[in-house]
Nanobody, 126 residues
Framework: QVQLAESGGGAVQAGGSLRLSCAAS????????MGWFRQSPGKEREALAV?????????YYADSVKGRFTISRDNAKKALDLQLNSLKTEDTAMYYC??????????????????WGQGTQVTVSS
């Protein structure tokens, strides 16, 4: 059973940085895809970035975060990180880690990810 647990959220001023982490366990296969998503009250869950364990660790980003957020993973530790830089007030949301089998070939929608963490809150103030 895949289990995901996010950490690292918090409150920060606009322009600041945060690093989110996701501890993962229970994968039954070596090839899978992990990603970060966020959801604000009244809005749909949004895909931010995904990374593959295979295919050279290929990554895909949403235009809204490209150049500001960086996704990375440690395959040995099965840990997934998201570095958030140049934060804006509109980045305020609950951030989720998710996983799916097999690889991602693009920035996939949340609906195709079967495993989710509980989320960690990021609040950016002006």
């Amino acid at each position: 059973q895949v289990q995901l647990a996010e950490s690292g959220g918090g409150a920060v001023q606009a322009g600041g940085s945060l690093r989110l982490s996701c501890a993962a366990s229970g994968f039954a296969a070596m090839v899978y895809c992990m990603g970060w998503f966020r959801q604000s009250p009244g809005k749909e869950r949004e895909a931010l970035a995904v990374i593959n364990t295979a295919a050279g660790g290929r990554t895909y980003y949403a235009d809204s975060v490209k150049g500001r957020f960086t996704i990375s993973r440690d395959n040995a530790k099965k840990a997934l990180d998201l570095q958030l830089n140049s934060l804006k007030t509109e980045d305020t949301a609950m951030y989720y880690c998710a996983a799916r089998y097999p690889s991602c070939y693009t920035l996939l929608t949340p609906s195709v990810f079967g495993f989710w963490g509980q989320g960690t809150q990021v609040t950016v103030s002006s």
